[in-house]
T-cell receptor
Framework: DQQVKQNSPSLSVQEGRISILNCDYT??????FLWYKKYPAEGPTFLIS?????DKNEDGRFTVFLNKSAKHLSLHIVPSQPGDSAVYFC????????????FGKGTRLSVIA | DAEITQSPRHKITETGRQVTLACHQT?????MFWYRQDLGHGLRLIHY???????NKGEVSDGYSVSRSNTEDLPLTLESAASSQTSVYFC?????????????FGEGSRLTVL
């Protein structure tokens, strides 16, 4: 049973517009959520995270929103740039980081110039 | 700069052969992990370790083993490689005290089993 779900395998957005990547989870024990970005032939790199005690975290062009009642989080990228084209993975952990991260299947974002 | 390195980056082997993928980190992290990435499956956990002599099975551990004899290294061994183990393998590490569990990944090892 998949605990972290990214239901959109791909997303295309025009340069300068907003990209919204969605993630749903089923385990109510998750207390930290992270987004990773992955370019081809490279390892994933950390992008932004949010604790379950918050509903929003912002870092420059990237904002993550958490809706605990809906077990849903989203990553907003504004404005989108061609360099943002990558695969984005949503991940979650339980127990103050004492368990390994559980990842979603990823969403491939293409930002079109 | 501290880093995490994987070797080899690319390997082709035959069914039934034993294969070992190396992972070495200089972050001095206690926690180390192996994930595999496959199309349609994302990143799935194979094995992980929270310190020397500690190893734990992940979601897809069958056919794989790890050993942790020091802090820096967590080699992943495929005892008898199968075509289903053709994948890209990522090693990662994290600080024991980091409540988020943020992982630092290596660049990956692409394994092809013929």
């Amino acid at each position: 049973d998949q605990q972290v779900k990214q239901n959109s395998p791909s997303l295309s957005v025009q340069e300068g517009r907003i990209s919204i990547l969605n993630c749903d989870y089923t385990n109510s024990m998750f207390d930290y959520f992270l987004w990773y970005k992955k370019y081809p032939a490279e390892g994933p790199t950390f992008l932004i995270s949010i604790s379950s005690i918050k509903d929003k975290n912002e870092d420059g062009r990237f904002t993550v929103f958490l809706n605990k009642s809906a077990k849903h989080l989203s990553l907003h990228i504004v404005p989108s740039q061609p360099g943002d084209s990558a695969v984005y993975f949503c991940a979650a952990s339980v127990g103050q980081g004492n368990t390994p991260l559980v990842f979603g299947k990823g969403t491939r974002l293409s930002v079109i110039a | 700069d501290a880093e995490i390195t994987q070797s080899p980056r690319h390997k082709i082997t035959e069914t039934g052969r034993q294969v070992t993928l190396a992972c070495h980190q200089t972050w001095n992290h206690n926690n180390m992990f192996w994930y595999r990435q496959d199309l349609g499956h994302g990143l799935r956990l194979i094995h992980y370790s929270y310190g020397v002599q500690d190893t734990n099975k992940g979601e897809v551990s069958d056919g794989y083993s790890v050993s942790r004899s020091n802090t820096e290294d967590l080699p992943l061994t495929l005892e008898s490689a199968a075509s289903s183990q053709t994948s890209v393998y990522f090693c990662a590490s994290s600080e024991a005290g980091d409540v988020s569990g943020e992982l630092f990944f290596g660049e990956g090892s692409r394994l092809t089993v013929l």
